[in-house]
């Protein structure tokens, strides 16, 4: 039975006045309001959660201590103190800097994986996301260690010290590589092969055809990760804060400002100021993606790469030597977790996994990470599906679809950084009903979520405006709750979407540090945390074990995501099979 045939038999039942049409229409109302409550419970959600905190933060930066407004004076003595002005351009040096590698080499990398006829295409592309499951701070562990004043191959930096922008620059650009990465990918992953038969017919050379074609295909994934990348590297705590040495940056004074002098109107001036760049980037980025047009037709034809000798063994040559590099700095992190006491006995122990013996964290430190990321995967994914179904698939609330989405959007601008900060002003306010949950894991699930909500929201509206809304017509007129139709025909139908979300939610939860190191108590440290815990107190050792164990839980998250999804999708997806 098509549409309009549906249309004709419910017409008489919505006017019927009596009998079974009218329980059917109060029925239908009384569902459609049910959930219109719910989808006002997820815009309240995000508002508490990410609009109240960013807005206590943009008020206390023009506030004194005693809370009273001061205007911009606190934005003039920031720029009057050199050493706080000087870190604008440090953070913008590092980041341009990084920017231009990572963009430069995920391009290339993608390029080589996509493009090419290079061998182990599997085995690279595995290696290259590595990154992707280990904390910021493992790669500046490893660097000092590779090149600090006791490194093994410090010669290599020709005199040169670690501690500073060249320890930065190369720590943001092994941890931001693989978000870059997959970003290319999806970027150059599809193209029309008549394009390229023409440019053969026409005489172009292959440089001319890389211009003209390839580099203007994919110009709007190169801009966007350019975009990510740059947000990524000056908005990050983690390296800097292990070997910036005394080479500051917005990021870690902010940390400075309230941790070391406990200067709080001066940590939300520097955090809005932060702020700035990721909110120009994140507005420039979505302006871009608007102007992009479909590259891949109906009419497409699938393009095959030729064999070409000399360019496959170039790329080849260029994915092991990016594999060689990311593969040494994970297993130098490893090495330096099982040495005994460097560089004065290298004999290999487990020592340094003994972490209830070291300054600043604990295997409590562990047990909490692994329990809030668990608490963030099943709370965040159950939450952030439901209410994107709603977003897409409920008839009406026009005006609480696009509140939810725009609160939805919003912590993709936001810094970790400054969302933690944002959090303290929020929740520890006395007067705030919900300042009993400061303190406690709760809040440290709740902050985490919405750091990490936009990317989660945006994949799971991806995968439901994929699913034809005449199911929901039909469930409607077949008197079926809507509810049940999600339980019964989109839960399934999502199901990879959906182990995706929660195990990104439970690595990130896993790795991330500025979203939550300002918010953990005594009782509530996480593993992350305890890293630069135990950096600060010297024992580094330790902290690449702690690194390590963060690492290696997040691979046996992925190894678990990907046999569950293997069970669960064979249920759930048969219908996909002929």
Not at 44 to 66: D, G, R
Not at 183 to 204: H, K
Request: charged share 10%; glycine share 6%; proline share 4%.
């Amino acid at each position: 039975m098509n549409q309009s045939s549906l249309a004709t038999v419910d017409q008489p039942k919505i006017k019927t006045s009596q009998g079974k049409g009218s329980k059917w229409l109060s029925h239908r109302s009384l569902d459609e309001w049910s959930l219109g409550a719910v989808l006002m419970i997820g815009v309240l959600a995000l508002f508490i959660c990410v609009v109240l905190p960013i807005y206590t933060l943009l008020s206390k930066s023009i506030e004194n201590k005693a809370g009273e407004f001061v205007g911009l004076a606190n934005f003039s003595h920031f720029f009057a103190t050199p050493s706080l002005y000087n870190a604008i351009n440090n953070s913008l040096l590092i980041a341009f800097l990084s920017t231009f590698i990572v963009t430069t080499l995920s391009f290339l990398t993608a390029y080589g994986i996509s493009r090419t006829r290079i061998p182990f295409k599997g085995l690279f592309r595995t290696i290259l996301v590595l990154p992707i499951l280990a904390p910021s701070l493992l790669p500046a562990i490893s660097l000092v260690y590779l090149f600090g004043n006791q490194g093994i191959i410090k010669e290599l930096l020709m005199g040169e010290s670690i501690y500073g922008p060249i320890g930065i620059v190369i720590g943001s650009c092994f941890w931001t590589f693989p978000h870059a990465l997959m970003i290319m990918l999806t970027a150059l992953a599809n193209t029309d092969a008549r394009l390229y038969e023409s440019a053969e017919v026409l005489g172009a050379s292959p440089i001319r055809t890389f211009f003209t074609v390839t580099f203007p295909a994919a110009k709007y994934g190169i801009i966007s990760v350019a975009f990510v990348v740059f947000t990524l590297v000056i908005t990050d705590f983690g390296v800097p804060k292990v070997i910036g040495g005394q080479f500051n940056v917005l990021a870690t004074d902010i940390y400075k400002q309230v941790i070391g002098q406990q200067n709080f109107e001066m940590g939300a001036t520097v955090s809005v100021i932060l702020l700035l760049p990721a909110i120009l980037t994140f507005i420039t980025d979505r302006w871009l993606q608007r102007r992009q047009s479909a590259l891949l037709t109906s009419k497409a034809v699938p393009w095959v790469a030729p064999k070409r000798l000399w360019l496959d063994r170039t790329f080849f040559a260029l994915m092991v030597l990016v594999s060689v590099v990311i593969v040494g700095i994970i297993l130098m992190a490893v090495y330096a977790s099982l040495v005994t006491f460097w560089p004065y006995n290298l004999s290999l122990s487990f020592n340094n996994y003994n972490f209830d013996l070291m300054d600043g964290g604990g295997w409590d430190s562990y047990w909490n990470s692994i329990q809030m990321a668990t608490f963030t995967a099943l709370i965040g994914t159950g939450f952030i599906f439901f209410q994107s179904y709603l977003v897409a698939k409920l008839k009406g609330f026009q005006l609480l679809k696009w509140c939810f989405h725009l609160f939805a959007i919003l912590p993709l601008a936001v810094p970790g950084l400054v969302l933690g900060l944002a959090y303290i002003f929020f929740f520890n306010a006395p007067n705030n009903p919900l300042n009993g949950i400061y303190g406690t894991m709760t809040i440290l699930v709740v902050c985490t979520i919405s750091h990490f909500y936009t990317v989660c929201h945006l994949t799971a509206t991806t995968a439901l405006k994929q699913i034809d809304a005449e199911f929901e017509s039909v469930s409607a007129s077949l008197k079926v709750p809507q509810i049940k139709t999600f339980w019964r025909v989109t839960l399934p139908v999502c199901m990879p979407a959906v182990l995706d979300i929660a195990s990104y939610l439970f690595v990130n939860a896993m790795t991330t540090v500025s979203a939550v190191v300002f918010l953990y108590s005594y009782h509530t440290s996480l593993a992350s945390v305890a890293v630069l815990n135990m950096d600060d107190a010297g024992d580094i050792a330790p902290a690449a074990a702690m690194a390590v164990m963060i690492m290696l839980t997040c691979m046996v998250a992925r190894l678990v995501h990907w046999l569950l999804g293997n069970v669960l999708l064979k249920h759930t997806q048969s219908w996909r099979q002929k």
